[in-house]
């Protein structure tokens, strides 16, 4: 279905959490050759959408309100057997490895946009298979030890009010300048900030920074 003419590889996205859904959109677009056609909120909008048939790649979260993507899934495969789905969730889930394993052409991974975008890349655009390697990785990772290391990391981070003003304003592409003059600090402040942040998390960068809190759900906040 891909459209030959110009490499142009269109994507269908049904993810229900806001901000995770746009930091996957702004990752795919980074690539002059992606497009998105349908961003959707949940599986039922997802659905209600089939007759169109202009993906070439369907990407949504296992778990949605109203319908989840494990029935999104069923329903694309009703009609549809060559499409490409990538599927995930925050943890490995045993039974629905397994379910997802006997349906064709469906690819189960973490909630990670890195390995959403190696997996794309490796795996299901490419004639390369590191699939069976990943999923033999992700299937290591129980249930219980990732809620526990989850578990730990919320009890460890304390994360303050203008540390999550920081991290929004991160995301929303403002400099440390501009967040600075939002919030009454200096340049050199909003870079100690950042700088204490990714080394309390063992992250590298401002960009991992932000991809971090987006999908562990701390943009989420309110503040």
Do not use: H
Request: with cysteine; aromatic share 12%.
């Amino acid at each position: 279905m891909r459209n030959s003419s110009t490499n142009l590889v269109r994507f269908s996205i049904a993810e229900n959490d806001f901000y995770f859904k746009q930091f996957l959109i702004k990752m795919l677009l980074e690539n002059p050759f992606y497009s998105i056609v349908n961003d959707c909120n949940n599986g039922n909008e997802l659905i209600n959408r089939l007759y169109r048939r202009q993906e070439d790649v369907f990407i949504l979260n296992l778990y949605m309100p109203i319908l989840s993507g494990l029935e999104a899934i069923k329903f694309i495969r009703a009609t549809n057997n060559s499409v490409p789905i990538l599927t995930y969730s925050d943890t490995f889930q045993e039974d629905m490895a397994t379910f997802l394993n006997d349906i064709p052409n469906v690819f189960y991974c973490q909630k990670n946009s890195i390995i959403i975008k190696d997996l794309l890349r490796n795996c299901i655009l490419s004639k390369n298979n590191d699939y069976e390697d990943y999923k033999k990785e992700w299937a290591s990772q129980s249930q219980s030890v990732q809620n526990y290391m989850d578990r730990q990391k919320r009890e460890q981070l304390e994360i303050s009010v203008t540390e999550i003003q920081i991290i929004k304003l991160s995301y929303e592409g403002f400099s440390n300048k501009e967040i600075g003059e939002r919030i009454n600090l200096s340049a050199r402040t909003i870079d100690t900030y950042i700088t204490r942040l990714t080394e309390k998390l063992g992250l590298k960068s401002k960009l991992d920074l932000v991809r971090f809190c987006v999908e562990k759900g701390y943009y989420n906040s309110s503040i």
